[in-house]
């Protein structure tokens, strides 16, 4: 079991930069590879990236490659997604999600995690 708790979301213009924060309690960090999701209304939810339990392996969705950084701190139990260079249409409810897996391997698809965040709003303005 793991408990997830974003942190970091608010209002920015075009062109800013926020860093979300997923503070993680429970069970060992380490032993979960990590995925940040965001969801705009009417739209489905989609991944914005994953990194693995270890750190080693990460993912970008083309839309955020270049511009935002997927980290984690395990002995802080702490996930970090740096956003740079913010966009309109980067505008959701950014959500942690958190499945058991102390490797190397990461998941892109929102089924393969079991744990979830209470969700962030990030509204970037034009």
């Known amino acids: 079991q793991v408990q997830l708790v974003e942190s970091g979301g608010g209002l920015v213009q075009a062109g800013g930069s926020l860093r979300l924060s997923c503070a993680a309690s429970g069970r060992t960090f380490s032993a979960y590879a990590m995925g940040w999701f965001r969801q705009a209304p009417g739209k489905e939810r989609e991944i914005v990236a994953a990194?693995?339990?270890?750190?080693?392996?990460?993912y970008y969705r083309d839309a955020v490659k270049g511009r935002f950084t997927f980290s984690r701190d395990n002995a802080k139990a702490t996930a970090y997604l740096q956003m740079n260079s913010l966009k309109p249409e980067d505008t959701a409810v950014y959500f942690c999600a958190a499945v058991r897996g102390s490797g190397g391997i990461y998941y892109v698809a929102a089924r393969s995690y079991d744990y979830w965040g209470q969700g962030t709003q990030v509204t970037v303005s034009s």
């Open positions: 990194i693995s339990g270890n750190g080693a392996s990460s």
